[in-house]
């Protein structure tokens, strides 16, 4: 296992929960995937280990590292949820809505309109995974 399975693994542990073999599988899957993954793509990877275990306990195990902030989980303007190791860092997404292409983009773009509802609004904004919809720069160019 990596040293980030380690790491899931000691948070799990130190919530006091147990690291049964199966959600051991499912956190090797997580980690070997990387990126933006979905409860299907690890419960392929998990099946070439172990067929015995379902996509119910996928999803339980990925939901349940999504609540100790390990994952996060984004929606990308589908139905199907998307879930990312937290040290991904914060980061968004732009989607777009004729070819699904999706690209990232840093947080700190978003300074400029932290600063402005702070001082307008009082507000504090926490961001760490946000998706704007629209045209990419290749779509915009076809529909010229």
Request: negative net charge.
């Amino acid at each position: 296992m990596s040293n980030n399975d380690s790491n899931l693994i000691e948070a799990i542990k130190e919530r006091g929960l147990r690291i049964t073999p199966q959600r051991a599988i499912i956190l090797e899957a997580v980690e070997n995937l990387r990126g933006h993954i979905t409860a299907e793509d690890v419960f392929q990877q998990v099946q070439k280990v172990n067929a015995y275990i379902s996509l119910a306990t996928v999803y339980r195990t990925l939901e349940m590292l999504r609540d100790m902030s390990l994952i996060t989980q984004t929606n990308f303007g589908q139905s199907q949820a998307h879930f990312a190791l937290k040290d991904h860092g914060p980061h968004h997404h732009m989607v777009c809505l004729k070819c699904h292409r999706l690209e990232e983009f840093a947080d700190d773009l978003f300074d400029p309109i932290r600063s402005q509802l702070e001082a307008q609004y009082g507000f504090e904004m926490h961001t760490e995974h946000m998706s704007l919809f629209g045209l990419c720069r290749a779509c915009r160019q076809q529909e010229a």
